[in-house]
Each structure stands twice: as C-alpha cells, then as structure tokens.
C-alpha cells in the first residue's frame, strides 16, 4: 500500500489522548501530570481486565500529542507485528487482533457486573419510587422537577454532546460551565468519559467497537452497556481538544462532589429554601427528575437507533422519528445527526422538535455561543435524494413492466394479418406494436365495439386522439398487451417506399400512421398518398 493510502486509512487519533477510567459514574481522575499519556482502555469502570489485554500488545504512548498524532493505531500495534499497511480497514484489523474477554455467564456474573453503574442505576429509581409513593407533591416542586430536567438534560445533549462530544458549536466560558454543571447533575459519568464513548460510537457505528452498539440489542445499547463489562473496549477516539479544555478538565477533576452537589443537593436546596419542600426536592427534584433524565438520554442510543425512518442513509441504524425526539430534548433526529454530526441542529425543519437546537440558537444570540456549524444544504439535499431514488427503486421492483421492444418477434404487415385471420387471437397494431386484445376486448371503457371496428388494423391514430385522447394509464395497460412489433411499424406497402429507410417506428403516435389513417381509399392509392403526404422530421421538428 503506498504511504499515501496508508496515512489516510490512520485513524486520526492520538492513541496516548484516548482514556477510559473515569466515566460513569466513578469519578475522574486526570494524571494532573502526564494528561497525554492515559492509555485507551476501555470505558466505564470495567476496564481493567481490557487494559490487563492490551496492554501486552501496546506500545508506550508518545508523550506529545503531535507525536502521538502521527504515530495513529500502528503505535498500538505489537512490536515486529503486522503493521497498519497489512490490512486498511481499522475496525477488521482491530478486532482481529484484539480477542474479546469470554462472554459472561451466571458463574462469573457477579465480577462482569459494573457495580458503580448498576446502583446508581437501580438505587436512583429505588428512590424515585419510594418518594413518589411516600411524599406530598407540591406544586411549586413539580414545576422545579420540569425545569430542572430540561437543565440538567440539555447539560448532556447541548453540552455533552453537541458542544463538547461533536464541537457543533463554540461556547464561551459561561456557557461551559452552566452545560458542565448541568451536565453533571444528569449524573451520566463525566464530559470526557462521555465524549470519548460517544466518538468511538460515531465512529463505529453498529461494529463491535461501538460501546454502544445497537446490533447487541435494544436494552444492551440502553442501559446494558454500562451495567455489565463490555467484551471490548471501545474503539480509539481522539479527545485531545477535551484534555486541553479547562472547564472539561475542572469538570473531570470535581465530578464526584459536582454529581451528588448538582444531582441531589442542589435541587433539593432550592426547593428547600425556597418553598420549604426539602423532602419532595430531595425526592422529586432529585431522584425522580434525575430517573427521567437517566432514561431520557440513554433513548439517545437504543430508541434513536430503532424506531423511525432513514431519510438520509440506511447503511446504519440510527433513525429519525418525532417521539425518540419528544423523550430525548430534541435527539429524535439521529439519522440526520450521525449523517451530519457536526451540525448543531437535529431537527432541520422548523416544526421539528429540538429544544437542544433552540437553547444554542438563543445563547448564540445572547452572545454566549457563537460558530453554530450547519452543513450545506446542497450535501444534505443528496443524502436525501439519493434515499428517495432507492426507495423509487424498490417500488418500480415491485411493478410488472411491458415487454421490452427487442424480446418481441417482428412481424410483417402481411404475417400480422395471416395471425389475425388464423391465430384465433384478436390482434391490432397501434403504434408500431402489434397487441393482442383478445381478453381485453369486452372490458374497453369506451365499448368493445369501437375495438371490434380496428381489429387486424393500424389504430394508431384512433388510439392517440382521432377517436379518443387515451389517458396515460390507457397507454401502460396498452403496453402489457404487446406481443409483437410490426415491421417498419405499421404497413409494410410504406416501408417499401419510405423516404427515410432504417428509420423504425415503435412507440408514440405515428404521424406516417396517422397519414395512413386519413387515407380511407383503395390501398394501392392508400401507399401512394402515404408517401408522397409524409412530412420530413426535421420540418415537423420546425
Ligand atoms: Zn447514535
Ligand atoms: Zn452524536
């Protein structure tokens, strides 16, 4: 492979840049000094025992982040090894080389189980329950609850990911650290644990190195992940611009205090305070609001990826639809978004529901953001195009089309008639092609009569207007009852003298059919009056 192909099939990321130990929702813990040189390993808290794998295998990162740019996934090949020029594709390579840990069975459960994860997911709904069924809901604490939500939750879908996982747009310093708290209170591991997961799904959508893939199932991509130790880690994602980000590194470095401080204390002070409800904001405010969130977000990757159409491309299974759109602040629209990630809207029309959209258009025009990326319509316009053609496809697969022209015999005006007069069938020429109206004699709209009357004759005329203007629906029926072409197409005295020879009538209307309609006389002047009528092409195209 030349080094040119080699260096565009390198993944572009700084292998020492991709980290995993401190996502959900164990805390963060950035090496204050060494930052560039956390290895990939993984996501979550099951890390270890992928790390314990590859570790083998991985070269030492580099310890700039230039450097370590440039060395992309050959640096974490073993040494004296294949090299990436063996095999191009990264996701084939990577999982060919990198076996994954034994699945899990009932036995070894218990130490595949991320344990973290699992209580906060099932102590926050604990919660939920136990309040909602033991505490008075005040009115001022539900409005609290829904305010609180959309906070916390466009912390994750403006903040998480269309800020900081996408770079859809820029956010001054307010803003990053309004979305970071907010962000932090929807309790879903920290901003660059999160990014990290959510590149390498972007980046391998559907493939076992997608953390979460929905190919493994609906409720694996919703919540499984991050329940049970994946089989492998995620693939390589650069974060390299979130190492560097000050607010995602404060975020990172106080996400323990920040997540109990934003998911519970804070909503349950306020409404503590303010209205004296500190058992329903604890509760409501809190669990309730934080279990909604949970599941609204994490909708994001298994209702996204299942329910609704591919407007945009159907190569994967992230998909459009209002209702994942209701549930998630906007993330509804996921085949637009994986199609064009680093736009910062989902919904592109003006009645789609995307409040995530709304919120960065309103801090854009209260100066608070500003580059809001959109991709070019013209590029959208052809992913759209180009489903709609595939889908005209499928349907024009499903329909029964005439016979072509050239899988038909071709039959002279003479052997026309000879199979009129002795084949038993009903036969007419119109338009050059000669049909069998045998079946179809009875049911003509406009009487059989009028059909009888141009049997073993040239309708072509009668067809086309002289008698009745048929409709385009008349033509395609028409065109099923095809069984011949007739030779020169129509009689064949003309073709004898044509002034044009080669020149072959199979379709349309006729005008040297038309002529010979207009000629009810005998047929030797009939082929005479044919000729000499005949207007040259190039004068009819005048
Ligand atoms: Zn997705
Ligand atoms: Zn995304």
């Known amino acids: 492979m030349s080094s040119r192909v080699a260096a565009l099939a390198r993944p572009m990321h700084a292998a020492s840049d991709t980290e995993a130990d401190y996502g959900y929702p164990s805390p963060a813990k950035f090496s204050d000094s060494d930052t560039e040189t956390v290895h990939d390993s993984g996501y979550a808290t099951g890390a270890s025992a992928q790390q314990k794998q590859k570790s083998a295998g991985e070269a030492p990162s580099s310890t700039s982040s230039a450097a370590s740019t440039s060395a992309g996934p050959a640096s974490r090949e073993p040494k004296g090894g294949r090299h990436a020029d063996d095999d191009w594709n990264y996701v084939r390579r990577t999982i060919a080389k990198e076996k994954p840990l034994p699945p899990i069975t009932l036995k070894t459960l218990p130490q595949n189980i991320n344990w973290v994860s699992f209580l906060a997911l099932t102590v926050v709904p604990a919660l939920a ?45 307010p803003l990053q650290y309004f979305l970071a708290l907010g962000g932090s209170g929807a309790v879903e591991g920290s901003i660059r644990w999160w990014s990290r997961g959510h590149r390498a799904h972007h980046r391998y959508t559907d493939t076992d190195l997608d953390p979460y893939s929905a190919h493994k199932g609906f409720w694996w991509s919703h919540i499984g992940w991050m329940i049970f130790k994946g089989r492998r880690a995620p693939g390589v994602a650069d974060v390299s611009d979130l190492s560097a980000n000050p607010v995602v590194r ?44 949970h599941h609204s977000t994490f909708c994001v990757n298994s209702l996204a990826h299942w329910l609704g159409e591919t407007p945009f491309d159907d190569k994967h299974t992230p998909r459009d639809h ?5 549930v998630t602040v906007g993330e509804g629209y996921h085949n637009f978004h994986h199609q064009f990630p680093m736009d910062y809207r989902n919904a592109t029309h003006w009645n789609g ?11 854009y025009k209260m100066g608070l953001a500003y580059n809001l990326k959109t991709f ?65 004699e009875a049911d003509h709209p406009g009487g059989a009569s009028l059909v009888k009357y141009k049997l073993g004759k040239d309708a072509t005329t009668s067809f086309n207007g ?23 197409g129509y009689e064949v005295e003309a073709e004898k003298n044509r002034p044009f020879p080669g020149l072959t009538i199979f379709d349309g209307p ?33």
């Open 322 to 326: 209002w209702i994942t759109a209701l």
């Open 129 to 173: 329950f136990y309040g909602a069924a033991t505490t008075k809901l005040q009115w001022q604490t539900a409005v609290w609850c829904v305010v609180y939500y959309f906070y916390t939750g466009l912390g994750i879908t403006a903040g998480y990911h269309r800020l900081w996982a996408h770079r859809a747009y820029s956010a001054g310093l």
């Open 466 to 488: 002289g008698v009745y203007e048929h409709s385009n629906a008349a033509h395609n029926l028409l065109s099923m009852l095809r069984v011949g072409a007739l030779h020169g």
């Open 376 to 440: 070019p319509q013209n590029e959208i316009a052809k992913g759209q195009y180009a489903m709609q053609l595939k889908k005209v496809e499928a349907k024009a697969a499903t329909v029964v089309w005439p016979k072509d022209s050239n899988d038909l015999p071709i039959l002279t005006w003479e052997e026309f008639q000879e199979q009129h007069k002795n084949s038993g069938r009903k036969l007419m020429v119109i338009g050059g092609f000669i049909h069998d109206v045998t079946e179809f």
């Open 250 to 293: 404060w975020q990172h470095r106080w996400y323990l205090p920040l997540i109990f401080g934003m998911g519970f204390v804070f909503p349950t002070a306020v409404a503590g305070l303010l209205w004296g409800d500190w058992r329903g904001g604890f509760f409501f405010a809190g669990a309730a609001r934080l279990l909604f969130v």
């Open 353 to 363: 529901y995307d409040p995530t959209k709304w919120f960065i258009w309103l801090s």
């Open 510 to 542: 006729s005008l040297r059919a038309e002529a010979t309609q207009k000629l009810p006389r005998s047929e030797k002047a009939k082929k005479q009056a044919v000729v000499s009528s005949l207007p040259s092409p190039l004068t009819v195209a005048a």
